[in-house]
């Protein structure tokens, strides 16, 4: 039995059709306005992740951290760029959500009220 479209089956594709692109709109103007602020946040994540993924290896090992050599000089860069962070304001959802994960990979473990914040700006899932 072949089906045909019903009024809601279109209209229903019509939404999807207008969430994509407006996903697409606000991804295209997230770059625009907070592109810098936007990689600032990424190289930070990356440099936490990064150490902890370092530490970890070592310790599995048995190993000494080389903490003077990799983990410090790393250290270092992270806190450049939250300086840098913290100047930059964040100017749409996105640039609001990526200083929201920065601040979850930090803080929010050690603090409720910040977790439940993150959790709400970053989705439930995060938490």
């Known amino acids: 039995m072949e089906r045909h479209a019903t009024r809601r089956d279109i209209a229903a594709g019509g939404i999807a059709m207008l969430v994509l692109a407006a ?13 810098p602020l936007l990689a600032l946040c990424n190289e930070a994540c990356d440099i936490h992740a990064g150490s902890i993924r370092i530490e970890d290896e070592y310790e599995s090992r048995g190993l000494s951290i080389p903490y003077e050599t990799v983990i410090w000089p790393r250290t270092a860069r992270w806190h450049d760029l939250c300086a840098e962070i913290v100047d930059t304001p964040a100017r749409t959802p996105e640039g609001i959500r990526a200083k929201a994960r920065m601040l979850a990979d930090v803080i929010a473990l050690d603090e409720p009220m910040v977790a439940s914040l993150c959790a709400d700006l970053l989705g439930r899932a995060f938490a």
């Open 23 to 35: 996903t697409a709109a606000g991804a295209d103007k997230a770059e625009e306005l907070d592109g």
